[in-house]
């Protein structure tokens, strides 16, 4: 069965429809005897690998461990009959198939143990995805063989010596030493210890395990349960089963068909009928779990959690004592899940002999048996990081950090919870969670537990309050419940199989057709929701390849689905976990299951889904409206339950009855207690086509319809499997199932060179679409193209990327401490340098010296060290976890472009590498290790700025150069100077700057980007005037450093007589050490403008170019265009609104050189005269006109214009702040955007007299047409909501 899914070969054109495939025996064979289990040895070698044990402690587990108590030892159980033999399109898997029946191995009891039968389920996954069910009896047999008998004995006699003379051997005694030595489990007490270490011949009986099995390709669970506990019966009841065992097991083999979409059907087991039904093709799919019980076990709160989980493919261990919860628990999430399907690795019960699978490095869900009395801390998993580690016995759950909450959470859970309320179970309902409900909850499930009741046998009815009445919780929730008029008195818990059934036949299906009434409502709701969320999801589809095979070609290379978009058509509250969801590997081949549509049939989860969507729309047929995060109920509930009830109620289709086969006298002779041993002949063909269902479904459409669900449910068609195998090389799909028939050690070997193919080919995806995005992101700021990028995307992209770095760290690992695989690495590697650098005393190195330029003082080199990296994370005390550490570590790293060379550096200590790491892991293979770093290192092409935006409430070290122009000034001004930083999350505020000191640090908060600086001194001291060039601030963790460019003087009676100015900020790159001077920008922000652009000056170069009328205009439209598209982003996206006002090629700017145009000799007697001069002529002429009438209609629109104007210009004279004359100009134009004023007052100065004194005739001010038209550009930013930075207006107030 693990290999491919083929179509019916000639002759089994019936097998398709077949109910059942194989019967299967499963137990001890007589005549090999005791054998110890090989896998469970290759499970012990494996864990002595890991824990680094030597292989001498290994061999000891070879049959010889006298430790272990024999009964609780494992022993090989092998596959004892199948019928039939083989199934042409679905091979018979012996060992996968022995594996899953028995997970444990042969187990043996006496007659003082219990032995009651226990029911468990399997699923066999294939490499296509298709999916095999197995169904599972374990009950006890007497063991009848002499020589199995006397073996045991003999193990007995040996394993007590061996406790004997290691308990005389310790000079501590006690009888707690002894019992701990015994096997884990078994050491509760002395008593128990006694009764597990006696096994006398003479005394005891010897029971062993065997079970019987139903193969099928459809999880009809509860009807196979049904049949094998009525076989189970006939071989224990004191009376002969009315025929023999063969005809039923031949029936439901050969004579039993699937029922037909849409049908039910009833077929008949030893003593009773049984009935299953089967949805129809726009029902949701078949799902026979009951979701009560998976409800029940883990909490709806915590249910949600781990749905969360799977949703967003993270790796979900499962941990049972039971196995059928374990399957329970993961069917269940599972089939929530529609309309998207689970992808990766999906393992419900792992054996034993497999636990080495949970090295994998890829999403999975699987199940693992938890041993009596192991606790969780005794579990050691190689990946924590993104583990979501689900407890079910304890009803105990760990999440991953950082978990985005399922959309509409609250309003889900109450939801779900009013239909299981409806259905009798409150603890769950309205309570979600509280302290009563979980103690309500363990209560019953305890009870379960003790009564070795583990849900796996058939239901009695029994009044539960009254077992439970006792309890003050219980009383008072019971009267809660009847409050709100639900009945609690009656539940179904799981009864003795020996205890007689007493007309219990009616309570039992009605308790069966509640459980599917209930799956299909829960499931209704689930499906909803998720037809609300992307009921829209049709309209992002990119169908870009015009036919199949080039799709097929292409698919790696293509964007399927608009996510851009897609995010931010969505309300807020969604986007954390959308984001992360449209990323996985279920949304991906969902949407491509839809571009498949186009050239083939639908998928059937998506034929549903679509034909949903269609019905929302039928309804809405409103106009569509932007989409809001309000919650809509599903109101197909009931409709769905009816459409079960019905079918149950009338069943459609009725099986032949067993009847007696052409079979040989006196063999399988019935003997009660004991399966009897079948008679193959019989059971290894069916009927010759001689049954009523084979010959009804020979018409041409029938065996058409059947073919059709054939490929649906059961196996995949040629292009399916085509589809399937292109996705296998896509990201995650390396390897869906862990192979359960061979395990040599080069199958393992195999496996995992798998993973790491895997791993490289994701992270050169992960890498390659990061870096794309980002580049694109920034060939917008350039002006090239669209953004396709936003803040949330890149966030998922990079904490996606975390989460890939965690699972190679974590691959192949053999020593770990926390939960993270890297931080544990960098730990031991930050251990072993602190030690060497001890041990090499050598004088500890001085930081370099600061170097000097032509232009002054520079900033002193940041050192570069990995080391250095950790201690700033490990200052981080908000930061409580170490794979948070771990997370901001990469973060940091990558902001800093140096994320490729620390994990180079960390990796170059092969010896710690080789203590930490199996030869197999993905770190120990030298050419994937090197192309891994080579695509990381390809991430330092584009600027993120990842730490910074994430962790805003740390305080970040910074430090600041002030470099003045030396050649004309003084180095160091007599006065007291001050500097205020600003950035996008806040500023420091006013800091002194110490005296003759042109460098400090300081603390503060995290500042984000860096916008602006404010500078500025008290003009005290015979050297006050100050020309400085530029100031330098660093943030000292992130090495981000930013250049604000000044070239202005700062003192009274020089330049404007600005004793202050404000500086606009430039982010320099990381760039060579000997010339910091001579750094590229990446990204080109602007910066404050310097003397060049500054017109009414003598500029200090002496060169002064004027720009032109057209160039002049081009500007101004350059820059509100910039300010429209700001506005026109997401506004998280927006950056910062200062740069493109004050900016080098800033709205200011553009304006400033308006006015300058035209504008009459800079000097007039030697003194400057400055655009703020005309400004004032003009606030003295609206003065003393204002009481002066006019004819005109647009007066009173005028006047308040002169009014506003003049209040303006005032409020900012007369500011206690030292301004000059240019910056005032910045900070009228600044408050005229913000209060949409600037387009009223151009007319006004350009009708104002004092224009034609102070601008030529040829001015831009002077055109009316060319006002007209600055006037129209300016009122494209009428309808935007202009914010300003809080340094730009201080104390200005109006």
């Not at 996968?96 to 028995?102: G, R, S």
């Not at 030493?177 to 597990?196: C, H, I, N, V, W």
């Not at 002779?669 to 008679?679: D, M, N, R, T, V």
Request: aromatic content about 8%; proline content about 5%.
């Amino acid at each position: 069965m693990s290999g491919s899914a083929a179509p019916p070969g000639p002759g089994s054109g019936s097998a398709s429809c077949r109910f059942a495939h194989y019967f299967v025996l499963c137990g001890i064979d007589a005549d090999s005897g005791l054998e110890p289990d090989e896998l469970a040895v290759l499970y012990q070698w494996l864990e002595a690998d890991r824990h680094g044990k030597s292989s001498d402690t290994a061999d000891r587990t070879s049959g010889e461990n006298f430790d272990q108590s024999p009964l609780r030892r494992t022993f090989k159980s092998k596959v004892l009959a199948h019928y039939p033999q083989n199934i042409e399109w679905n091979p018979f898997d012996q060992d996968a198939v022995n594996m899953l029946c028995m997970p444990k191995g042969l187990s043996f009891r006496t007659q003082t143990d219990n032995r009651d039968p226990q029911f468990h389920s399997f699923i066999i996954t294939r490499e296509d995805g298709s999916r095999t069910y197995g169904f599972v009896l374990t009950f006890y047999e007497e063991v009848i063989s002499k020589q199995i008998c006397t073996a045991m004995q003999t193990l007995y006699q040996m394993h007590n010596a061996e406790q004997c003379n290691s308990v005389c051997a310790s000079s501590s005694c006690s009888m707690d030493s002894l019992a701990s030595s015994l096997d884990e489990g078994d050491s509760t007490s002395l008593a128990k210890m006694q009764r597990y270490n006696s096994y006398d011949i003479n005394r005891d009986t010897l029971y062993v395990s065997k079970c019987i099995c139903l193969i099928a390709p459809l999880p009809f669970m509860q009807a196979c349960k049904k049949f094998l506990i009525q076989l189970y019966k006939a071989v224990t009841s004191q009376q002969p089963p009315p025929l023999p065992l063969e005809s039923y097991i031949h029936n439901i083999l050969y004579e039993v068909p699937l029922p037909p979409p849409g049908r039910s059907l009833k077929f008949n087991g030893v003593y009773e009928p049984i009935v299953c039904q089967r949805p129809g093709p726009n029902e949701l799919p078949l799902s026979d779990y009951p979701l009560r019980e998976a409800f029940e076990l883990l909490g709806l709160e915590n249910l949600i959690q781990v749905f969360t989980c799977v949703l967003l493919e993270m790796q979900i261990l499962l941990y049972s004592q039971d196995y059928q919860r374990l399957m329970t628990v993961a069917e269940g999430i599972t089939t929530l899940l529609f309309p998207f399907q689970w992808q990766h690795v999906y393992v419900p019960i792992l054996p034993a002999s497999l636990l080495h699978f949970l090295d994998a490095p890829v999403p999975y869900l699987m199940g693992l048996q938890s041993k009596e009395g192991t606790d969780r801390s005794k579990l050691e998993l190689p990946q924590e990081a993104n583990l979501c580690f689900v407890d079910i016995d304890n009803h105990f759950i760990e999440l991953p950090e950082e978990l985005p909450q399922f959309p509409n959470k609250l309003d889900f859970i109450q939801e779900i919870s009013e239909v299981l309320l409806q259905f009798g179970i409150p603890f769950e309902g309205t309570l979600h969670c509280s302290e009563s409900a979980t103690k309500f909850k363990n209560l019953v499930l305890n009870d379960l537990a003790n009564d070795r009741k583990n849900g796996n046998i058939p239901s009695n009815t029994i009044n539960m309050y009254e077992l439970l009445k006792g309890n003050e919780t219980i009383a008072r929730l019971h009267a809660l419940a009847k409050r709100t008029g639900v009945a609690v008195d009656k539940m179904s818990i799981t009864a003795p199989l020996a205890e007689k059934e007493r007309d219990v036949e009616l309570q039992c299906e009605d308790g069966e057709l509640r459980d599917y009434k209930l799956n299909v409502q829960l499931r209704e709701v689930f499906a909803n929701h998720f037809t609300q969320m992307f009921s829209d999801y049709e309209a992002f589809v990119i169908q870009a390849a015009q036919d199949r095979e080039s799709w097929l070609t292409n698919r790696e290379q293509m964007q399927n689905f608009d996510k851009a978009s897609f995010l931010s058509d969505q309300p807020e509250p969604y986007l954390p976990f959308l984001s992360h969801f449209i990323e996985t590997q279920m949304f991906a081949t969902f949407i491509d299951n839809k571009i498949m549509s186009q050239w083939e049939e639908k998928d059937p989860f998506l034929r549903v889904f679509d034909s949903r969507i269609e019905k929302i729309r039928l309804y809405n047929v409103r106009v569509p409206s932007l989409r809001t995060s309000s919650y809509q109920k599903c109101n197909t509930v009931k409709e769905a339950a009816q459409a079960i009830e019905q079918r149950l109620r009338k069943i459609d289709h009725s099986a032949i009855h067993p009847h007696l086969l052409d079979m040989k006298i006196g063999q399988g002779k019935y003997e009660q207690g004991f399966f009897p041993k079948l008679q193959p002949d019989v059971l290894a063909t069916g009927p010759a086509n001689n049954n009523r269902w084979v010959g009804r479904s020979a018409t041409a459409q029938r065996r058409k319809d059947r073919l059709r669900q054939h490929s649906e449910h059961i196996c995949l068609d040629n292009d399916l499997r085509e589809k399937y195998m292109q996705e296998a090389r896509t990201l995650g799909k390396n390897l869906r199932q862990p192979k359960l028939s061979d395990l040599s050690p080069a199958v393992i070997a195999q496996t995992n060179w798998k993973f790491v193919e895997g791993l490289l080919r994701e992270c050169r995806m992960k890498t390659k679409r990061m870096l794309v995005e980002k580049m694109g992101h920034e060939a917008v700021e350039l002006g090239h193209g669209e953004a396709n990028i936003t803040g949330l995307e890149e966030n998922t992209l990079i904490a996606s990327l975390c989460d890939l770095l965690e699972r190679i760290w974590s691959h192949g690992l053999q020593v770990k401490q926390g939960k993270s695989a890297l931080w544990s690495h960098l730990i031991r590697y930050q251990e072993r340098e602190e030690k060497q650098e001890q041990l090499a005393e050598s004088p500890i190195a001085v930081g370099p010296e600061r170097r000097k330029s032509e232009t002054g003082l520079m900033l002193p080199t940041l050192r570069v060290s990995l080391i250095s990296d950790m201690r700033h994370i490990q200052n981080m005390s908000k930061i409580k976890t170490d794979v948070g550490r771990s997370r901001a570590w990469i973060r940091l790293s990558l902001e800093k472009k140096l994320l490729s060379q620390h994990l180079k550096q960390l990796l170059s200590n092969q010896v710690l590498a080789k203590k930490l790491y199996k030869r197999y892991a993905f770190l120990c293979c030298e050419e994937e290790r090197e192309q891994f770093l080579y695509h990381l290192l390809s991430l330092n092409a584009v600027n993120y700025f990842c730490f910074t935006s994430v962790f805003t409430t740390i305080v970040i070290p910074y430090r600041t150069v002030i470099i003045p122009i030396k050649k004309l000034s003084n180095a160091i001004t007599t006065s007291n100077p001050w500097i205020c930083v600003s950035g996008e999350l806040g500023d420091t505020g006013i800091m002194q700057i110490p005296k003759n000191l042109l460098e400090m640090t300081f603390e503060c908060q995290n500042l984000g980007k860096l916008t602006t600086v404010q500078i500025g001194h008290d003009n005290s001291g015979l050297l006050a005037k100050w020309l400085v060039d530029c100031v330098m601030v660093r943030n000292e963790i992130t090495g981000h450093t930013y250049r604000f460019p000044c070239g202005r003087w700062l003192g009274k009676g020089v330049d404007d007589g600005s004793l202050e100015r404000i500086l606009i900020g430039e982010l320099l790159s990381t760039a060579s050490e000997d010339d910091l001077g001579k750094q590229c920008r990446t990204p080109p922000q602007q910066k404050s403008p310097t003397t060049g652009r500054r017109l009414s000056i003598t500029s200090l170069t002496g060169k002064n170019t004027k720009p032109n009328a057209g160039q002049i205009q081009e500007g101004i439209g350059e820059a509100v265009n910039n300010i429209v598209k700001h506005f026109h982003k997401p506004e998280k996206e927006r950056g910062s609104l200062t740069v493109l006002l004050c900016g080098e090629n800033g709205l200011v700017a553009a304006l400033e050189q308006v006015f300058h145009h035209g504008f009459k000799s800079a000097r007039i007697f030697h003194k400057n005269v400055f655009i703020w001069d005309f400004i004032e002529k003009a606030v003295a002429y609206f003065d003393t006109t204002d009481q002066i009438g006019d004819n005109e209609d647009n007066v009173l629109l005028q006047k308040s214009s002169c009014k506003t104007f003049c209040r303006y210009v005032n409020a900012i004279n007369t500011a206690p702040r030292n301004i000059g004359k240019d910056g005032k100009f910045q900070i009228l134009v600044c408050l005229g955007m913000r209060d949409h004023f600037v387009p009223q007052w151009i007319p006004l100065l350009a009708e104002c007299p004092a224009i034609t004194r102070m601008y030529e005739e040829n001015a831009l001010l002077r055109d009316r047409m060319m006002v007209n038209s600055l006037i129209r550009v300016l009122q494209t930013l009428q309808d935007f909501n202009i914010v300003l930075e809080g340094s730009l207006i201080k104390g200005v107030d109006v």
